[in-house]
């Protein structure tokens, strides 16, 4: 579906196992909001490179996955910050 809709949904999972986090665990950021900005500008590029158009990419910080309470609590009142860089 997404293929045919030239669309993409970029997830925000906290590292992942390649970075040594598994579920359930959390990681502590300095800035989360940075963090996610330079995450999600990356594979933007990458996606427009490709061809993808912003309006067609979807933003999904992962509040909760990878994170703790203050950092998710960051993401929802700060989530204006990600939505500039969406289509």
Do not use: Q, W
Request: net charge negative.
């Amino acid at each position: 579906v997404m293929a045919r809709a030239n669309a993409a949904i970029l997830m925000h999972d906290g590292g992942g196992k390649e970075a040594g986090v598994y579920a359930g665990e959390e990681v502590i950021y300095d800035d989360i909001i940075s963090h996610l900005r330079e995450f999600f500008i990356e594979r933007i590029c990458s996606l427009a490179r490709a061809g993808v158009k912003r309006e067609n990419i979807i933003l999904d910080p992962g509040v909760g996955f990878g994170k703790g309470l203050k950092d998710s609590i960051t993401i929802i009142n700060n989530i204006g910050k990600l939505n500039d860089m969406a289509g």
